[in-house]
């Protein structure tokens, strides 16, 4: 196994590693509130509040926490089967869609991880306490992920389910890539709605006096070039012999998602909200070091696995 290989396997492994640890934190922060508002059935109210209380509001309030549970319980799951394809691609000599089977199944709980939120979006359209252009603009975001982010995941888990091994299939490749730049659109598309949100309820709050305009600038700059590179590798991908370029821009647009996401941290600690850090996909941050990979690998050394 050559040095630039392994050096892959173990990005990939401390990726995945943090991606795992990720949804182990948030299943872990969820399951006490879950066993709180369990025992205490009839008292319970949202983050959100609730515009009236009756059964239905409470009923609904219920359904979006515990489906909200399940949906973090089939992520870890996905996790935990990436977490293993991992471990084995580091182990050993051979391609990573060799794994086949375990990705599909990791990009199938994800795929549904983001689907167990449509009980959020009839939750906020319909009982939630926040303002109605919060509400509509939140569940918008959702509705986001789950357009861009979960209807990608399974039909990439299913059509990696059905490649066969050995063979060089352009559909693939052009799933992978559609996948990857749903994925960074909807992170730009998800930060734009909340910043959104924020300005709706705060018109002020983004004055050129304000620290917090330096968050939106981020995401404005920062996350719309990890777009414009994703784009283009999906551009080039489509092209004839073009995947090796496709890499390199991906690359770029990895390490700009990461970028993004970095500064975000350091943003939310700046303005003194340091509680908002975990809301943020932190496993992104080593995509720093995997973008940098395939800008730098040799073009006549890099191929998709």
């Known amino acids: 196994m050559s040095y630039s290989s392994r050096l892959l396997k173990i990005l990939i492994l401390v990726l995945v590693g943090s991606y795992f640890a990720y949804t182990l934190f948030w299943l872990a922060k969820s399951l006490p509130l879950i066993v709180e508002i369990s025992l205490s059935r009839g008292i319970y109210e949202p983050a959100t509040g609730l515009r009236f209380v009756d059964s239905y509001s409470t009923s609904a309030a219920y359904l979006m926490e515990y489906s909200g549970l399940v949906g973090l319980i089939l992520r870890v799951i996905g996790a935990s089967y990436a977490l293993l394809v991992a471990i084995q691609f580091?182990?050993?000599?051979?391609?990573?869609?060799?794994?086949?089977?375990?990705?599909?199944?990791?990009?199938?709980?994800?795929?549904?991880?983001?689907?167990?939120?449509?009980?959020?979006?009839?939750?906020l359209l319909g009982y939630s306490a926040l303002p109605m252009v919060s509400n509509f603009l939140l569940s918008a975001a959702i509705l986001t992920q789950i357009l861009l982010i979960s209807l990608f995941a399974l039909a990439l888990s299913r059509k990696l389910k059905q490649y066969n091994l050995g063979t060089y299939s352009p559909a693939l490749l052009r799933m992978i890539g559609l996948a990857v730049m749903s994925y960074v659109v909807a992170q730009w598309i998800i930060y734009m709605l909340k910043w959104s949100e924020m300005t709706a309820v705060d018109p002020y709050l983004f004055s050129a006096f304000s620290i917090r305009i330096l968050g939106l600038l981020n995401t404005l700059i920062v996350q719309s070039l990890a777009v414009v590179f994703a784009v283009v590798g999906l551009l080039r991908l489509v092209r004839k012999n073009g995947a090796e370029k496709a890499l390199k821009w991906w690359g770029l647009s990895l390490v700009f998602l990461s970028l993004h996401i970095t500064l975000y941290v350091v943003y939310v600690i700046g303005v003194g909200i340091p509680r908002f850090i975990p809301f943020g996909e932190l496993w992104i941050v080593p995509l720093f070091a995997v973008g940098v990979y395939?800008?730098?690998?040799?073009?006549?050394?890099?191929?998709?696995?």
Do not use: D, M, V, W
């Open 294 to 305: 395939l800008l730098l690998k040799k073009p006549e050394a890099t191929h998709a696995p």
């Open 90 to 123: 580091l182990r050993t000599n051979a391609s990573l869609l060799t794994f086949k089977g375990k990705i599909s199944k990791a990009l199938f709980f994800e795929g549904c991880y983001y689907l167990s939120l449509i009980p959020a979006i009839y939750f």
